[in-house]
């Protein structure tokens, strides 16, 4: 299997000419001939259809070279979805960056009906950043996504939710920011680390079975929110080796999820020591 650019295609990658046309043409390459992508510039991109992986069980492999520079700036308005027609397995998306300025999630994974789940994925160092200061904002959405990896990722969402009357600190026109930076539906066996901030919330567990998730070596930090976790079918989600800077709450009556105290700093702006909000469905070890 080769290793394609958009470039390859047509595709400009200075983050100014629209490269639409080539990054379709891209990406159909990808998909039925079982390249895999390589990201070599900043791609201006307006997403016409979702990425369908539906079937596409080799592995579809997309990397860049440089973090926080390759990858894809979506016009205002737009956004990107990834989902399967039928279950998918192995994609590896890794070290590339996607921003926009979207009124929802600006990125999407799995199907919001969760008819078809998004399996064994790795995103590995990508950098997602929404810059729209909607209180619906969302960096990352997962949906019915199960046994996969995020690992060093890093999701912005719009503005900062850091309280405005923190003594010491220069006044926040934005609090208590804006949506979520991560928004987890039906999410299961999959694991977490890296850094969720500038949100109303950190990280949204909410709507489906989201269970046995592991949360490791993460920061959330200005938002008002760290932690809100109200599925209740929301069980045995882990959270460990991380700081939570901000409120934590958890709504979750049917089961439990863990935190490990003596390894996660968790404290608001204002004050040191444990800032939880509602213990239902919390355990702390």
């Known amino acids: ?18 490269d639409t046309a080539a990054i379709d043409l891209w990406l159909s390459e990808i998909l039925t001939q079982k390249h895999s992508g ?38 205002p308005g737009y956004s990107l979805s990834i989902y399967a027609d039928g279950d998918v397995f192995y994609p590896l998306f890794s070290n590339f960056r996607i921003a926009g300025y979207f009124a929802g999630p600006l990125v999407r ?23 729209s200061q909607s209180v619906s904002n969302i960096g990352l959405m997962c949906n019915h996504v199960c046994n996969s990896f995020f690992r060093s990722i890093t999701i912005n969402s719009g503005c900062s939710g850091r309280p405005a009357d923190v003594t010491g600190m220069a006044h926040n026109p934005y609090a208590p920011g804006c949506g979520n930076a991560l928004r987890l539906r039906q999410t299961q066996f999959s694991s977490f680390s890296g850094s969720f901030a500038n949100a109303n919330i950190g990280i949204l567990i909410t709507d489906g079975y989201s269970f046995s998730n592991s949360f490791e070596d993460f920061d959330i930090e ?13 069980t045995k989600n882990d959270f460990r080796n991380g700081q939570m ?41």
């Open 1 to 18: 299997m080769g290793n394609v650019s958009p470039q390859e295609y047509g595709a400009i990658g200075d983050g100014i000419v629209d």
């Open 38 to 75: 390589r990201l070599d510039g900043v791609y201006r991109y307006r997403p016409t259809s979702p990425w369908n992986l539906g079937g596409k069980n080799f592995g579809v492999t997309i990397e860049g070279k440089r973090r926080n520079y390759d990858g894809f700036f979506l016009d």
């Open 109 to 131: 994974v799995g199907k919001n009906d969760f008819s078809d789940a998004v399996n064994s994925m790795i995103w590995d160092g990508i950098v997602i950043n929404n810059g």
């Open 222 to 234: 200005e938002v008002d929110t760290c932690l809100y976790v109200n599925s209740q079918f929301a």
């Open 245 to 285: 800077l901000g409120k934590v709450t958890f709504d979750c009556p049917s089961g439990k999820n863990f935190v490990n105290k003596k390894s996660c700093n968790i404290q608001n702006y204002s004050c040191s020591g444990a800032s939880l909000g509602n213990v239902a469905g919390i355990e702390l070890y």
